[in-house]
T-cell receptor, first 112, second 113 residues
Framework: ELKVEQNPLFLSMQEGKNYTIYCNYS?????LYWYRQDPGKSLESLFV?????AVKQEGRLMASLDTKARLSTLHITAAVHDLSATYFC????????????FGTGTRLTIIP | KAGVTQTPRYLIKTRGQQVTLSCSPI?????VSWYQQTPGQGLQFLFE???????NKGNFPGRFSGRQFSNSRSEMNVSTLELGDSALYLC????????????FGSGTRLTVV
């Protein structure tokens, strides 16, 4: 059974600081996704990582994937308050599987 | 283009009742999947439909069912509601491998009292 773990579960950080969220998964997978969720809202897609060594960046967020280590990271650079949200990673196996297995989520709070 | 539309946005039901939730995918998307989100269990996969066929199912009791229509709209039904069914139900649509990624709707917040 595929298991996806994120850490930390909670993260409180000051504006301007850098930090990394980690996502580990237990078995070989084909695609890894990062989503953002604001309180009471839906999931907003951030990144899709398809292959080993993939790195994607959007603004202050950068995601990377190491399929050999079964690890993805979401790095936040010079955090700003607007980045406060819960971040989820999700893993998909196979093609046409259409099933995501989500991590536990990391609740990120940026303190001004 | 229009996103994924879920209706209703909020529902309050009584234990023992049944409920039907609706999801209209992005135009052209033929796959619709459903997820339950609770504080205790997180985001869990319920089922996925493609061309009116259920292709994948999560570990939920038979009280949870769904279907998909020829226009790709999907409904999920929960019968004999329990307090533990209170959750945010999210649906996602995708192009089924042609364009990687899932777009989620705004969700239906179900409260069972």
């Amino acid at each position: 059974e595929l298991k996806v773990e994120q850490n930390p579960l909670f993260l409180s950080m000051q504006e301007g600081k850098n930090y990394t969220i980690y996502c580990n998964y237990s078995t070989t997978s084909d695609r890894l996704y990062w989503y953002r969720q604001d309180p009471g809202k839906s999931l907003e897609s951030l990144f899709v990582l398809l292959s080993n060594g993939a790195v994607k960046q959007e603004g202050r967020l950068m995601a990377s994937l190491d399929t050999k280590a079964r690890l993805s990271t979401l790095h936040i650079t010079a955090a700003v308050h607007d980045l406060s949200a819960t971040y989820f990673c999700a893993v998909e196996r196979g093609f046409g599987n259409e099933k995501l297995t989500f991590g536990t989520g990391t609740r990120l709070t940026i303190i001004p | 283009k229009a996103g994924v539309t879920q209706t209703p946005r909020y529902l309050i039901k009584t234990r023992g009742q049944q409920v039907t939730l609706s999801c209209s995918p992005i135009s052209g998307h033929r796959s619709v999947s459903w997820y339950q989100q609770t504080p205790g269990q997180g985001l869990q996969f319920l089922f996925e439909y493609f061309s009116e066929t259920q292709r994948n199912k999560g570990n939920f009791p038979g009280r949870f069912s769904g279907r998909q229509f020829s226009n790709s709209r999907s409904e999920m039904n929960v019968s004999t509601l329990e307090l533990g069914d209170s959750a945010l139900y999210l649906c996602a649509s995708s192009l089924n491998g042609v364009n990687y990624g899932y777009t989620f709707g705004s969700g239906t917040r179900l409260t069972v009292v």
